[in-house]
């Protein structure tokens, strides 16, 4: 079970460091075992394998939402534009409007490990496969968010020099391009910013899955009277749908006492 005692997120930073899960509980199990196949003097070959699994339950995030026209078609980057309601002095960015506490339900993870171990007099080599999966992320409003029509979309010309007008309002059409400054001229039929216009897909993580394998070499000193041990290694992160390919090099060393 997972008990959240880290931070929640705010909105304020483009890329936001979080401490912990956001807040979320979890539940969840594992597995893990070792199987010594092969064994002969000073030498034996095992086999190790670790799964882990956790469900993150629902729980209330402040996030940065998106925007969409009436049909579901997502409006790229909408968050940036600037938008207002008559008789404001200045315009607002789209993103303070949309940051709003929703509800985020991460679901399912999994992380799982399987391994072969040498093991020579004090020498160790390693091989291994680790695969990781996430499911994608559901966000929902909350009932009373952006049931009015308090905001709406201001043409890309608007430069915030005279008080917000309805003149300066932009039609659905131009509110999805950075060209089309074409103005409503009245405050009905503009692109507001109600719940038909706002995507909660833009604030969802979607889900992720990784493949990874590692090899390593270590040397113990199990005969000193602290036993301890020095290993490096390497591994390749390859093709998954996260957008990540890379390469690892890692060394650690560790004693007993």
């Not at 909105?11 to 460091?17: D, G, K, L, S």
């Not at 939402?65 to 078609?73: A, C, H």
């Not at 789209?94 to 929703?102: E, F, H, P, Q, Y």
């Not at 590692?214 to 009277?225: L, Q, R």
Request: charged letters at 20%.
């Amino acid at each position: 079970m997972t008990i959240p005692v880290g931070t929640h997120p705010d909105a304020r930073w483009v890329f936001e460091p979080v401490v912990g899960n956001g807040g979320h509980f979890a539940f969840g199990g594992g597995l893990d075992f070792a199987y010594k196949f092969w064994e002969k003097k000073h030498q034996n070959l095992k086999l190790t394998g670790v799964a882990n699994y956790r469900y993150l339950f629902e729980a209330t995030e402040f996030r940065t939402l998106g925007l969409k026209k009436s049909d579901g078609t997502k409006v790229n980057w909408g968050q940036y534009r600037l938008a207002g309601r008559v008789g404001d002095q200045f315009a607002t960015p789209t993103a303070n409007i949309l940051s709003k506490d929703v509800s985020v339900t991460p679901r399912s993870q999994l992380d799982s490990m399987l391994y072969l171990t040498y093991n020579n007099k004090n020498w160790t080599f390693d091989l291994g496969y680790n695969f990781f999966w996430k499911d994608g992320e559901n966000v929902e409003l909350k009932a009373h968010d952006f049931e009015s029509n308090d905001y709406a979309i201001l043409i890309t010309t608007y430069v915030g020099t005279t008080p917000v007008a309805a003149t300066h309002f932009a039609t659905e059409a131009s509110a999805t391009t950075d060209t089309d400054a074409t103005a409503v001229g009245s405050a009905t039929n503009c692109y507001y910013l109600n719940r038909n216009h706002v995507d909660t897909d833009a604030a969802e993580t979607p889900s992720m899955m990784t493949h990874k394998v590692f090899a390593g070499i270590g040397y113990n000193w199990k005969e000193w009277k602290y036993p301890s041990m020095l290993a490096i290694g390497g591994a390749y992160e390859f093709d998954g749908n996260d957008g990540l390919e890379n390469w690892q090099i890692y060394a650690k060393y560790g004693f007993k006492f």
